[in-house]
């Protein structure tokens, strides 16, 4: 399509698509099929691969399938039918996968909810979402029983972290739920409803938002997230051969990253899953030593503490084919420095809960760009807009806000056709964009670089200061681990640039002197006016820092 008959857009041109690297389509016909079809697919080709690896225990794909449609009829016999809803509230272990497959053969809905949830947050996720059954582990199910009244949730189903493991401790009796062993005991011959899942059926509500508002459920379609599977798979690999890679999921499947880029893709590649159900660095680090994965997906929180592990190469992180990192902006500095210990790449990718999540990612062997999230996968569009009416697309180079139209582009938010009517608009052709929030730019190569979230944005004395950008220079100093910059009220400037900082462990560094690293490489304006030592930040279960948080405490502290 040329300039003009796109009217004039300056992206219509899509020069990404020169730097595709040479396996790669610019246009895929993405399956129409259900979520469930994965999993048998795969199940059928290779039933005795490996499908999971997790605390010395492992199931094959066959296994997984046989006990998603045993507790499929179970969830069935319990009264769940399509388009009902249903929560699952687990860490990464593979009770979590059967249950995912089994909600999907039923034609219900995935309610991810988060384990770190207080009852509050259970609550208001129940509530909106119209949940009727919510799996948890037994530890956990006291934080939804004490709030099932206030929802719709009928069945409270429980297992435990142990009860998958080598040790096959059986989760105990928990008052006011069911156990998903007796459960799956129950089923004798599986006999499951014939079930007609269209693509636009919603397959997963994934609640975003919590870190800035009220949480909002995206309502991500069979056909969102398996397109989304498909790019993604096809962007990092020539052909599908089921049973040759190792995935090593320490970010979380309730998690859209690591619902789909982690269980998903991986279920659809027959590749083992060696599951990490909390974050820690000792255990990540022997799993890396004795699986051996091919592809390990994390985010920069992750990464920067490999960094800092004193013996970290010693267990071979040098034999990983593929890094990649997600989920918040990944400093220049942080990937220097992690490819000179690997050897390897670290690539950063783009993606949001709405897009199911994955819209940009970095080329294997085209042309590369760090400190840019690389390019639109297959069949993805975007384009800049002005910040303040969203309707004037901005010169190729110049900053505003990313909009991106796909086929992982979510269907809406569920029931709020008021925010929806903010996130998706449609142009004159009639093209559906997703407004993304987020400050972008993009090169003349079609390589997209995020500036800021547009909400996150500090504006000292009239000039547009970027988190992002300070923190980049913080990192820079040879004794910070991490770092967030805030704006906070200032008589003079409206808004000054205060900063968080953690130290590595065993360095030494005082605000002042940190203030005077950062007048270095920053103008004057931007220079954080105060700078606060800490010994952590807030982060979300995915390692992705809560700036938020850290403006509510400074608003509390006033």
Known sequence: MSKAEAGGSPYAARPWLEHYDYWVRS???????????????????????????????????????????????????????????????????????????????????????????????????????????????DVLAPVTLAVKEQTGIEHVIVTSVMEYSAAGVPCPPVEGAQRLADL??????????????????????????????????????????????????????????????????????????????????????????????????????????????????????????????????????????????????????????????????????????????????TPALSRRKPGSIGLPLPDTDIRVVDLETGESEVPVGQEGELCIAGPQVMKGYWNRADETAIALRADAAGRTWLYTGDVARMDEDGFTYIVQRKKDMVIVSGFNVYPSEVEGVLYAHPSVLEAAVIGVPDKYRGEAVKAFVVLKQGAAATPEELIEHCKLGLAEFKVPTRIELREGLPKTAVGKILHRVLREEEQQER
């Open 27 to 137: 246009h895929v016909n993405y399956p129409r099929r259900p979520l469930h079809e994965i999993l048998r697919l795969t199940a059928v080709e290779v039933p005795e691969q490996r499908a999971t690896a997790f605390l010395g225990a492992h199931l094959t794909f066959g296994e997984i399938r046989e006990q998603a449609d045993k507790l499929a009829a179970a969830l069935a016999a319990l009264g769940v039918a399509q388009h009902d809803r249903v929560g699952i509230m687990l860490p990464n272990c593979p009770q979590y996968v059967v249950a995912a497959f089994a909600v999907l053969r039923l034609g219900a809905v995935v309610v991810n909810v988060n384990p770190l949830y207080t009852p509050r947050e259970v609550a208001v996720v129940g509530k909106d979402s119209g949940a009727r059954v919510l799996l948890t582990l």
């Open 184 to 361: 799956l005991a129950g089923v004798g011959e599986v006999d499951l409803p014939a079930v007609e899942i269209a693509p636009e059926d919603v397959a997963v509500l994934q609640y975003t938002g919590g870190t800035t508002g009220v949480p909002k459920g995206a309502m991500l379609t069979h056909y969102n997230i398996f397109a989304n599977v498909i790019q993604t798979g096809c962007w990092g690999h020539s052909e599908l051969r089921r049973g040759e890679d190792s995935y090593l999921l320490v970010i979380p499947y309730f998690h859209i990253y690591g619902f789909t880029v982690g269980m998903m893709e991986g279920v659809w590649r027959g590749a083992q899953q060696v599951l990490i159900p909390k974050y820690d660095v000792e255990m990540l680090l022997n799993a890396i030593r004795d699986y051996r994965p091919t592809f390990f997906p994390a985010v920069p929180t992750i990464y920067i503490s490999l960094l800092n592990h004193p013996q970290a190469k010693e267990y071979g992180l040098d034999r990983i084919r593929n890094f990649n990192s997600g989920s918040a902006p990944l400093p220049v500095e942080v990937i220097e420095q992690f490819e000179r210990l690997t050897g390897g790449t670290l690539k950063e990718g783009y993606g949001l809960s709405e897009a199911s999540p994955v819209t940009h990612t």
